[in-house]
T-cell receptor
Framework: GEDVEQSLFLSVREGDSSVINCTYT??????LYWYKQEPGAGLQLLTY?????DMKQDQRLTVLLNKKDKHLSLRIADTQTGDSAIYFC????????????FGTGTRLLVSP | DAGVIQSPRHEVTEMGQEVTLRCKPI?????LFWYRQTMMRGLELLIY????????DSGMPEDRFSAKMPNASFSTLKIQPSEPRDSAVYFC?????????????FGPGTRLTVL
């Protein structure tokens, strides 16, 4: 089945690292994504990882994929107040069509 | 590139009225997606098109909702008649290909309020 789960809320202090977790149920998903949504805006792609990778790093962002446990995480190093937003993980189940299935979103609040 | 363009950005209407939401995808993209976002249900895919043809409309709530894509640069989502439970933010997204890691680019959304 298609079900992507995330914790709803995360609060950190500026300068700390943030780790946002996600679990998915479709083991055949080939791509997994992290999107960011700022207040009043649409979703913006942050990064994605192919299912044959364990880790992907892009500046302050690190994505870890544990395919065995179907667990995806996004680590933001040196979190800034501008990182406050809702973060969605998403998968494309292996149906042959680019149909994104989104998680519930994690609201990240960064305090000074 | 201007990105995905949606109009209007905000719409307030009364129950029973017809509502039309519009989307212009990024030039050259061949897939278009309509999503609805609410606090209760999160982000839901309503329908998506590839090369102007509807591929999957299983997410469309009911017959009051309809979507069209008459050409590669324009799509509409219509609600007739509208109901208060349709109040949500409606997003349009487009992408270049049907499969693979091709990114979906989202528009800014239309916030619909049905009184």
């Amino acid at each position: 089945g298609e079900d992507v789960e995330q914790s709803l809320f995360l609060s950190v202090r500026e300068g700390d690292s943030s780790v946002i977790n996600c679990t998915y149920t479709d083991s055949s998903s080939t791509y997994l994504y992290w999107y960011k949504q700022e207040p009043g805006a649409g979703l913006q792609l942050l990064t994605y990882i192919f299912s044959n990778m364990d880790m992907k790093q892009d500046q302050r962002l690190t994505v870890l994929l544990n395919k065995k446990d179907k667990h995806l995480s996004l680590r933001i190093a040196d979190t800034q107040t501008g990182d406050s937003a809702i973060y969605f993980c998403a998968e494309i189940p292996n149906t042959g069509f680019q149909k994104l299935v989104f998680g519930t979103g994690t609201r990240l609040l960064v305090s000074p | 590139d201007a990105g995905v363009i949606q109009s209007p950005r905000h719409e307030v209407t009364e129950m029973g009225q017809e509502v039309t939401l519009r989307c212009k995808p990024i030039s050259g993209h061949n897939s278009l997606f309509w999503y609805r976002q609410t606090m209760m249900r999160g982000l839901e895919l309503l329908i998506y098109f590839n090369n102007n043809v509807p591929i999957d409309d299983s997410g469309m709530p009911e017959d009051r909702f309809s979507a069209k894509m008459p050409n590669a640069s324009f799509s509409t989502l219509k609600i007739q008649p509208s109901e208060p439970r349709d109040s949500a933010v409606y997003f349009c997204a487009s992408s270049l290909a049907l499969a693979g890691a091709d990114t979906q680019y989202f528009g800014p959304g239309t916030r619909l309020t049905v009184l």
